[in-house]
């Protein structure tokens, strides 16, 4: 099995890696923010036990530069989180809905993956205000929630049912709000308007 993971991983990223020049070539794509609203239950909750999380401020400023360097990370954080997390719903983990922790086991949901992406990504220099924990809707009409990556070159989606890194624009998921790139511990509405397009992607 863990064999088998490997490999998938190490193909992943060498598809990941060839994906460079059409992320450049696309050119930015940012979602539009409006207003601060409501903080999801869960990830409150988490702010609660861990407090310095939910505590980081980021100067009003532009996206990381998203160089060739840094595009291998993401894509090596992404899969290996992937490959190393086993996906359990919170209700088998902690038998209620809405947990949000960092998976210190080899199991956790959607909010654990994102959260240890987000936390090994921060690890290695790229600010919290470019590391957005964002709540979304699959086309089942399920909540989910993937971390998005601001960059120079646009916003990109870590996410835990997809092996590849695409730009949001790329995705099926309509996107209701995420963290403030000013504020962890703030939560602002997302201004998707994909809505007759999110069907047609992929």
């Not at 099995?1 to 998938?8: D, N, Q, S």
């Not at 038998?95 to 199991?107: A, D, H, I």
């Not at 993956?113 to 790229?126: D, F, N, P, T, W």
Request: charged share 20%; aromatic share 8%; with cysteine.
């Amino acid at each position: 099995m863990k064999k088998t993971r490997g490999k998938l991983l190490l193909l992943a990223m060498a598809t990941q890696l060839t994906a460079w020049g059409t992320a450049y070539a696309a050119g930015p794509a940012f979602m539009h923010t409006g207003s601060r609203t409501t903080q999801p239950v869960g990830h409150y909750e988490f702010c609660q036990k861990i407090p310095q999380e939910c505590n980081q401020r980021t100067p009003k400023r532009a996206p990381i530069e998203l160089t060739r360097k840094l595009w291998a990370k993401i894509v090596s954080i992404n899969n290996s989180v992937n490959t190393r997390i086993t996906p359990r719903t919170d209700m088998e983990l902690w038998g209620k809905e809405e947990v949000w922790s960092y998976s210190n086991s080899e199991f956790g949901d959607c909010e654990d993956y994102a959260l240890e992406k987000r936390r090994a990504l921060m690890s290695i220099g790229v600010p919290a205000g470019d590391l957005l924990m964002t709540v979304a809707r699959q086309p089942n009409g399920d909540g989910h929630a993937v971390l998005t990556v601001r960059t120079s070159l646009g916003e990109f989606i870590l996410d835990n049912l997809e092996t590849r890194v695409l730009s949001w624009t790329n995705t099926d998921y309509t996107y209701l709000k995420r963290q403030s790139s000013q504020n962890s511990g703030a939560w602002v509405t997302i201004n998707d308007g994909r809505s007759g397009a999110v069907a047609s992607v992929r």
